[in-house]
């Protein structure tokens, strides 16, 4: 890479910084931002993409082709930290139990988090199937954006576009686009949506502690804190700075773990080794972590890997990543879509609403709008829409739904990337009947672990009562 390139790498940082930062202060001045609690990285793109070239068709700011193409790419390769980030920190459990209770309700979580995510995929299959029976031309895997967009949020935008591109698959930019689209129909739709539905539960008793909607901390709504006393750690210092600054530290072990993951991946499409060679870059990234994060905890490491401090590692990487994907979202190429992409939007806010509050109001006794409604954000947002409506009904976290919200929302992120490959694969080669098949086999498995786990969380709930 030359010097030129990396001065164009840089400009392209430059104006996606100023982005976020006038994102931010949108969020913080504007009371409509503020109450769906759109991302700075959601408000900057935006402006991007409505002040550049790209609406205005050569009016505009006019930045370059090559920023734009650049802004396009960036999304897949900074998700791979993203990713890659998942797996350090994790602890390894000496004597394995938990509470027999709180891992039904967490596999419970789980399953539902699973049917969900198998749920919107059947709609983006049958969707693409009926356009395609009236004519439309779409491309093999339209479709399979809605749940990456809805239970993935913006970051898995270059998840997709990654991977479609990998497999040089030539409409990656669109399929990376229409999930940008996806995501953000749900983030915006899913918080609405959202707030609705607890104002009408406090209203209607089915809160278990909300009598009217609490109030968001001003802070949290307008994304900053100004009271130095409010004002929460980055993470801890694990490393001396004489030595290695700790952020230098966590973001080395990162990207030397992206790296490898790199390096195993090209031997392995080198050798062309069957199976396997068609496997992502972000996945051997995962793996590759795993083993790295194994051997830090048994050569007693551990204490040196701060999970707040690699969090905001992988925090930076989306803010960019989102902000790139959104300001270069080929809005031309993606109105072609718009009609399908609207009917499954509307079939997923209905489905995910219907399937998940009833699957929580029958699987659980204790808080189950709680349960649902963080589910709900989650599955039409990201992690944080489903910590936003969840504060509003327990603003001090006395349930426990939080936790089993956590630990299933850390299971389905895996387990997603895990079933990509495999869902993108049938997708392509395999016929509408076929892939109705195999989301239903999903959502069966799905039902089956949700009414295992349910269950067991009945046994336990006689033993302590007969206790």
């Known amino acids: 890479m030359s010097s030129a390139m990396l001065t164009q790498l840089l400009y392209c940082f430059c104006v996606l ?26 408000i900057g793109g935006f402006i991007g993409l409505l002040i550049g070239p790209i609406i205005w068709k050569g009016g505009g700011i006019p930045f370059p082709k090559e920023w734009i193409a650049t802004w396009s790419a960036l999304p897949g390769i900074l998700i791979v930290p993203v990713v890659a980030s998942t797996a350090l ?13 709180t891992s039904a309700n967490v596999i419970k979580t789980f399953a539902i988090f699973f049917g969900i995510a198998a749920i919107q995929l059947l709609i983006g299959i049958i969707v693409r199937q009926i356009f395609v029976k009236g004519g439309m031309d779409l491309y093999a895997p339209f ?16 998840v997709v576009g990654n991977y479609f591109k990998g497999l040089a698959l030539p409409y990656w930019e669109i399929a990376q686009g229409v999930t940008t689209t996806t995501a953000t129909f749900g983030l915006v739709g899913g918080m609405i949506i959202g ?39 980055l993470g801890k210092e694990t490393t001396m700075s004489s030595s290695i600054e700790s952020l230098t530290f966590h973001l080395a072990v990162i990207l030397a773990a992206c790296g490898i993951a790199y390096i195993l991946m090209n031997l392995i499409k080198y050798f062309k080794v069957p199976l396997i060679n068609q496997i992502p870059i972000w996945a051997w990234s995962i793996v590759v972590m795993f083993g790295v994060n194994f051997f830090i905890q048994k050569a007693g490491l551990g204490n040196l890997i701060d999970r707040k401090t690699k969090s905001r590692i992988a925090g930076v990487c989306s803010d960019y990543a989102i902000t790139a994907a959104i300001a270069s979202l080929p809005v031309q190429a993606i109105l072609e879509y718009i009609l399908p992409i609207l009917v499954m939007v509307g079939l997923g806010y209905i489905c995910t609403y219907i ?20 589910l709900w954000g989650n599955s039409t947002g990201v992690f944080l829409t489903g910590l936003m409506l969840l504060k509003i009904c327990d603003p001090d976290y006395k349930t426990p739904v939080l936790n089993d919200y956590s630990i299933g929302f850390s299971l389905i992120s895996i387990t997603g990337f895990v079933l990509m490959p495999i869902n993108v694969s049938m997708l392509l ?13 999903m959502l069966v498995i799905a039902m089956v672990l949700l009414l295992g786990a349910n269950q067991l969380s009945q046994r336990l709930n006689r033993q302590g009562t007969e206790a």
């Open 17 to 42: 910084s100023a982005l976020l930062l006038v994102g931010a202060l949108l969020r913080g001045i504007i009371p409509v931002f503020r109450k769906l609690f759109l991302p700075a990285s959601v």
């Open 89 to 101: 920190g994790m602890k390894f459990s000496k004597s394995g139990k938990t509470a027999g209770k």
């Open 143 to 158: 479709g399979y954006e809605l749940t990456m967009g809805f239970s993935g949020g913006h970051g898995t935008a270059g």
């Open 195 to 233: 707030i609705i539905a607890i104002n009408v539960a406090a209203r209607t008793g089915q809160t278990a502690i909300l009598t009217k909607p609490g109030d968001i901390p001003p802070d949290m709504a307008k994304g900053y804190q100004m009271d130095p006393e409010k004002q929460q750690a």
């Open 355 to 374: 399937f998940l509050f009833a699957l929580f109001k029958r699987f659980f006794s204790d808080c189950y709008f709680e349960r649902a409604i963080s």
């Open 429 to 441: 080669y395999q016929s509408f009947t076929v892939n109705l098949l195999f989301q239903g086999g």
